[in-house]
């Protein structure tokens, strides 16, 4: 069956459940957890939109792509960080699962990353941890599963955290890798910002990320923020 055929399907139903929600925030789940997301596209239409946060102009810029050549697995996967980015969690799952299916490898990790944000966010932390295991058996030399390893070891308390943060920057000399992360929230970034601030030496930075975070709005994050705030 051609791609297009079997595509069509995948996206309409995605289509049909954004125009139903509208515009929704994310809400925070009790012990779930952003983690960060994974573009795949270096320019094209959409891109500049997503990377400057116009979250509508990005998605019906991916949209033109996908409608034109159904095949285009790396549109598709940045079709789905807008949806998720735009609070439609669902809709964007159904669009990564099909990446997962057809994508080429690249595509596969990013669509394998940006699965496991969700499972996170859903307090699936199992669920996340496995599907980034796979991203990184894909290309164990790219860093984005590695940042997002990290990110989910801390929210978890686990004692690996600050090794995988070490591995991460290690892997990203010089920060290409985190140019092609979202954040799906203001707290996804700060975390973020706080981790990889303390894994550098920059504990000046950390810290005052991690009194933001202590005081925002995602009680895991607020939890892992204490922690690294108790810490001599």
Known sequence: MPLHRFLRPILLPALALVAACG??????????APLAGMRVQEAGPGTAALRAGQLALARGGFESVVRADP????????????????????????LLDEVVIRGAPREQQAALVNLADLYADDGYSSA?????????????????????????????????ASRLA?????????GAARRFLVFASPEARAHFEALFAEAAGDRSLAQARWRELRAGRVPALAQAAQRHLEEP
């Open 23 to 32: 515009g929704q925030d994310p809400s925070v789940r009790a012990g779930g």
């Open 166 to 174: 070490a591995e991460a920057l290690r892997l990203d000399p010089d």
């Open 71 to 94: 095949e285009r697995m790396d549109a598709l996967n940045d079709l789905a960080v807008a949806y998720r980015l735009e609070g439609h969690a669902e809709a964007a799952r159904q």
């Open 128 to 160: 996340a941890q496995a599907h980034l295991e796979t991203a990184r058996e894909i290309d164990s030399g790219r860093a984005e599963p590695a940042f997002a390893l990290a990110l989910l070891a801390d929210t978890r308390g686990d004692a690996d």
